[in-house]
């Protein structure tokens, strides 16, 4: 990301999620009221005009991919909290709603994302009316000066609590180093704490019908200043999780199981070769 400017790739997110709400069919894979209001009038051009490409294979596939991450993650945070977690910790939170529309009425959301982002996101809640109720806390995190456990415990988190953190579309953007350091410090939190992110399988791991896509928007994120670093094989990312004891890696095959059968639509994840994580200390959520 250039220095000092919010993330483009948030604002495509975004706009994929509030497309979701507009143009698929009901029942919605991810239900969030939030996504089209917080876009505001200043993307209402933008939204209408991705009706053009709804279902264009690789805009459908994307969409899938970005509204199932998050159901995901959604869905074993309500586990998670029914065993007890009461902080959850959005790292790169982008344009995420959630916090906006949290349902656990104990649970108290931490957004962690560079200063222009977050400053980015709060304008368009203003302008778009979107409240922002007392259990979202923003904490900007200048990665390059300050310490995320230090500006996190500045903001109220409690690392004596079971946490649960989430990094959607984080990973693939760090170093080995950055994400090791940041799984460590996430594996000290108490018992029932985990950690909830996507990850994707290196190039040569690829189908080979997929590599063509990888390359384009591999391709088009460096280009905007942020892009990919980090992959792992199924058989890697076990290995840096080994704090973790309950472990559940679901690929693109059970996620079109879980989400996408029997769609009147044609939403799926049909040639996505995406993985997502739920790793837990301690903790049966993942089950």
């Given at each position: 990301?250039?220095?000092?400017?919010?993330?483009?790739?948030?604002?495509?997110?975004?706009?994929?999620?509030?497309?979701?709400?507009?143009?698929?069919?009901?029942?919605?894979?991810?239900?969030?009221?939030?996504?089209?209001?917080?876009?505001?009038?200043?993307?209402?051009?933008?939204?209408?005009?991705?009706?053009?490409?709804?279902?264009?294979?690789?805009?459908?596939?994307?969409?899938?991919?970005?509204?199932?991450?998050?159901?995901?993650?959604?869905?074993?945070l309500a586990r998670a909290?029914?065993?007890?977690?009461?902080?959850?910790?959005?790292?790169?939170?982008?344009?995420?709603?959630?916090?906006?529309?949290?349902?656990?009425?104990?649970?108290?959301?931490?957004?962690?994302?560079?200063?222009?982002?977050?400053?980015?996101?709060?304008?368009?809640?203003?302008?778009?009316?979107?409240?922002?109720?007392?259990?979202?806390?923003?904490?900007?995190?200048?990665?390059?000066?300050?310490?995320?456990?230090?500006?996190?415990?500045?903001?109220?988190l409690d690392a004596n609590?079971?946490?649960?953190?989430?990094?959607?579309?984080?990973?693939?953007?760090?170093?080995?180093?950055?994400?090791?350091?940041t799984l460590k410090y996430?594996?000290?939190?108490?018992?029932?704490?985990?950690?909830?992110?996507?990850?994707?399988?290196?190039?040569?791991?690829?189908?080979?019908?997929?590599?063509?896509?990888?390359?384009?928007?591999?391709?088009?994120?460096?280009?905007?200043?942020?892009?990919?670093?980090?992959?792992?094989?199924?058989?890697?990312?076990?290995?840096?999780?080994?704090?973790?004891?309950?472990?559940?890696?679901?690929?693109?095959?059970?996620?079109?199981?879980?989400?996408?059968?029997?769609?009147?639509?044609?939403?799926?994840?049909?040639?996505?070769?995406?993985?997502?994580?739920?790793?837990?200390?301690?903790?049966?959520?993942?089950?």
């Open positions: 990301m250039h220095k000092g400017q919010a993330s483009r790739t948030a604002l495509g997110v975004a706009l994929r999620r509030a497309t979701h709400q507009v143009y698929d069919a009901s029942p919605l894979v991810l239900n969030d009221p939030i996504a089209v209001p917080l876009l505001g009038n200043r993307y209402t051009k933008v939204l209408a005009d991705s009706e053009e490409d709804l279902y264009e294979e690789s805009s459908r596939m994307m969409r899938a991919w970005l509204v199932a991450r998050s159901r995901f993650a959604e869905d074993h909290v029914g065993d007890g977690v009461r902080q959850y910790v959005l790292l790169g939170a982008g344009l995420d709603t959630f916090g906006f529309r949290n349902p656990h009425p104990r649970l108290e959301v931490y957004e962690v994302d560079h200063p222009a982002t977050q400053s980015w996101k709060k304008e368009l809640a203003e302008a778009s009316g979107v409240v922002i109720p007392e259990s979202l806390h923003f904490v900007a995190v200048d990665f390059e000066t300050q310490k995320l456990s230090e500006r996190l415990e500045e903001a109220g609590v079971p946490t649960v953190f989430a990094m959607l579309g984080v990973v693939m953007y760090l170093t080995a180093d950055a994400f090791g350091e996430i594996a000290d939190f108490p018992g029932k704490s985990g950690v909830i992110f996507d990850y994707a399988v290196p190039r040569d791991m690829l189908p080979a019908d997929e590599i063509d896509a990888r390359d384009e928007l591999a391709s088009r994120v460096e280009s905007i200043g942020e892009p990919f670093r980090l992959f792992f094989s199924p058989y890697e990312v076990k290995d840096v999780l080994g704090a973790f004891e309950s472990i559940q890696d679901v690929d693109d095959e059970e996620l079109n199981r879980l989400y996408f059968a029997g769609r009147t639509d044609q939403l799926n994840l049909k040639g996505r070769s995406g993985h997502m994580i739920a790793a837990f200390r301690g903790s049966s959520s993942v089950t």
